[in-house]
């Protein structure tokens, strides 16, 4: 199977099928999958929110070496970008000042989606965690990074039509 990585256009590249022989039963994503959706959220926040919480329940059983060194940075790094998220949705587009404010919070928070995915492949080539939950990292991580990048674009188009 090919990783999903970074290309030049900045977006992730994310495989339209999961392998059907490797599916293993993950326990751990039916306990998160579990957590409600909430209709006054964006779905990019629920999909954030839902993946911190996945991380958190992974993470909890890897070995005491790794967690000052990869579990804290990825559990924070998930935090933050779900924190630049619930900023940029509470500035309102009014004004240019305010636009550049708030597509500027959703560009941090993409970019720290994009580095928890390199340190969540960081982890599982450590022993961090398993092969099949950085898979399942990746496929929410994509989710999360499109959603982010079309609420940023669909902010831009907003923008573009009330000027005209």
Known sequence: MRYNRLSRSKSLKIPRTIEKAAAEKDTELERVSKIPEESSDLIVITKTKKLG????????????????????????LCLEALQDMLRANFIR?????????REQYQSEAIVKLKMLGYIALLSENAGCILRRQYKQVSIQLGDAINL?????KSDNEKWRDKQI
């Open 148 to 152: 982010a990048t079309a609420w940023r």
């Open 53 to 76: 919480a996945y991380i958190v329940v992974i993470t909890q059983k890897s070995p005491a070496r790794f967690r000052s060194i990869f579990v804290n940075r990825m559990v924070n």
């Open 93 to 101: 587009q009014d004004t240019l000042e305010n636009k550049n404010k």
